[in-house]
């Protein structure tokens, strides 16, 4: 998928907000959703299970109009986070401008967020990108709970965000940190546009 | 008439951000020392960017540095106007001298040049006077250089002769800077974010900014409270969008206004849209760049420019890397072109990235033009040079020159009356430099030289003929005194003979006399010769004159007669080819008479006696008068008239 199309003078860019199952990352897409004005976005497409679980992956297109000339869209995608819908995660993967990984701060979940991590890096992998060279930043959701229930940021960072990427602390279902993670990730896809051709 | 320049526009009033470093920085190098550095400085920017600031900010700075110098500044629709009064009033040259005169000019807007052809050879003749004179000149447009329509190509050059900078609109932390320094300037104190508010507007020229912020001073000063950020906005929002703006380059009033400032997704908007602008404007600032330098180097650039004005199909970065690739393509063309002659290098279509394939035709045409120049005749050869005691110096030189070219001597000049084998040798270094070295050898008559020089010139393809010698590993020359008189070609000669030393090659002529004796001849191409090695090349000795008629009659009878022989080269010969003239002359009536030569029949053709009994005296004779002490024996005997050496005969 290209970035950037100088023909059409559009960019558009395409991030995709992984993780574990029950991470937040449907949850970030609707607080963003409620949030952009009416003719900004597109219907949020959610194909969810009767248990409200992503069944295959939601969909949300924002249109941010025309800056500098280029009409800028961007479109969130979330992946089903059970680990047995990887087929569809890599689907989805395909052609991401940037990822948003979204880790459950709960201690209990340490272990999920590890294997969501690993399985992140294969998926990519495996479509010959480099996670090294992809935007990458990480999300802490669930920073709201009781204390003695999960790991801070920092503790969240030495575990899993060893490249030290940029990362956010998050409580999606209040918005907190939600689009603060949205700008942080815009920010480094949209700066790839300076490499050019590698962008796109 | 030339202007004061304006007490405001100094140095220390001038914003230095990422977009005028340079600009700034030459501008400052040539103040502080004029005439020594960038000469002409020529600076270009959209209007409204600072050009005229920093060219009186030279003149301020160069004023207080040295208050002796004169400095002028003058526009050039003033320049030219107040050029043609003079001229009307009979005064030019008083007025001309006065610019000639100055220490540093400043000519501003010269853009308003095009056209005016009298005005273009005026400055040029500025130009030229002022740089011969050590002095100082900074012009300014709101083009670059190759962009003033119809400007004069030797101006052109001259211009990118010195150095060609550009200023562009500034960014936003720049403007930023502007307006907390003008905001200083008035004393005028606003609320935090106000001037950052001005400074994300879609006005790409300083000028406009400042005329925004006057305007919140206006209304600041009619207000009873301080304008906020908002307020501001709402002051300049109306105009900013209102006015007939171009798109501006580094802002990020581009952006489209967030419905609810205060929101995420506004504040998300503004972010992205900042961070998209910084990086578009990224590549746009690239190109630009890329234009500048370019275009400094006296590329065309009309590629890039589309770059910017009509976007690109496909990604910039490409874009600018393809013309980039083209520039080295032409690069390499230009740097084939300059080994072929410096003529063919300076071709204006080695400067257009969009044509590089008529380049790389125009190249295929000149070398093909430069076909290979005349190689030596192989039928002489060292071999068949005898060596004898006169001429033993000229051939083991000229051998050695030919195994070690344009090392052992350079150039090496025989010298030699005619017919004594001058061409033979040389063609013979010819012959062996090919041989041994594979070297591409140019051997030829200095008047067929001097001809092809003349048919270049009549179909005006010097330059291809240039090529073709210069590009050889010798050049060998025969018969140089036959370029008496003939001055271009001593001139191409001279330039080709440097051309060739300093690029290792060998050199070789032959002369009929030493090269300062020859009448006619450069005493610069003269003392260039006689500076290599000059060897003299005598008339053939008697064991030369034998090889000689021993081969030439070994190439036609079974038997040489070592009589006949013997008897032939007895005969005196200033040269090799009276010796085949005489032999040619035998063998002729031997021919005509169906028998082989003897020594009678020699004797007979060659002395008009009858043939007779060949007399056991005959060889010894010669050798018994040059005993008596004859300088030249042979000479002085066969000289003689029949009658008296028949009667010296009947005294014996």
Known sequence: MSLVNFTTREITCKIVYYGPG???????????????????????????????RTLFFDFLPIDLGSISGFTTRFQLYTVPGQVYYNATRKLVLQGADGVVFVGDSQARRYDDNVESLQ??????????????????????NKQDLPRDLILSPDELDDALNFRGVRSFGADCLHGHGVFETLKGISELVLQRLAAGSSAA | MSAPLSPQMRFDGFVVGAANRLAAAAARAVAESPGTGYNPLFIYARPGLGKTHLLMAIGHAAQAINPALVVEYVTLDDFVEAFHTAVGAGQGDTYRRRFVEADVLLLDDVQFVTHRRETQAELLRLVDQMQAGGR??????????????????????????GLVVDIAAPDYETRVAIL???AEERQVVFKAGV????????????????????????FQSVGNAMLDAEQARLVLGVRATASDVPPAPATTAAIPAPE?????????????AETLTRQVEGWRRRVEEAMARWEGQGYRTARLAGLLDRGVDGDPAGALASFVADIERLQALQAEAAALSDDLASNAVFRDPDAVVAAEEFLARAVEGASP???PEGIWVFDDLVESEGNRVALRSARETAERPGAAYNPFVIVGGAGVGKTHLLHAVGNLLVASHGSVVACLNAQDFSEELIEALERDRVGAWRARYRRVQALLLDDVQLLAGHERTQEELYLLFNHLVEQGAQLAFTASAEPGEIEGLAARLASRLAGGLVVHLPPPEREVRQAVIERLLGARYDRVDPELAGYLAGRPAESVRAVQAFVQRVEAAADARHAEPDVALAREVLEGAAPRAPRPAAGVRTSGVGASGFRSPEKAV????????????EWR
């Not at chain 1, 897409?29 to 299970?49: D, F, H, K, N």
């Open chain 1, 22 to 52: 029950r991470s937040g990352k449907t949850t970030n897409l609707q607080y963003i959703y409620g949030r952009v004005p009416e003719g900004r976005r597109g219907r949020m497409v959610s194909l969810a299970t009767q248990s409200d």
């Open chain 1, 119 to 140: 399985n992140l890096q294969e998926n990519l992998l495996a479509q010959g990108v480099d996670i090294r060279q992809l935007p990458v930043v990480f999300q802490y």
């Open chain 2, 136 to 161: 100082q000149i900074v012009l300014t447009s709101d083009r670059p250089p190759a962009d003033i329509e119809a400007f004069d190509e030797r101006l052109l050059r001259r211009v990118a002769g």
């Open chain 2, 180 to 182: 907390r320094r003008k």
């Open chain 2, 195 to 218: 001037l950052d508010t001005v400074a994300t507007l879609a006005l790409d020229s300083v000028r406009e900014l400042v005329g925004a912020l006057n305007r919140l001073v206006a």
């Open chain 2, 260 to 272: 609810a400032p205060a929101d995420e997704f506004g504040e998300f908007l503004s972010e992205v």
């Open chain 2, 373 to 375: 120049p005349p190689p």
């Open chain 2, 638 to 649: 066969w000289e003689w008239p029949d009658i008296g050496e028949r009667l010296i005969e």
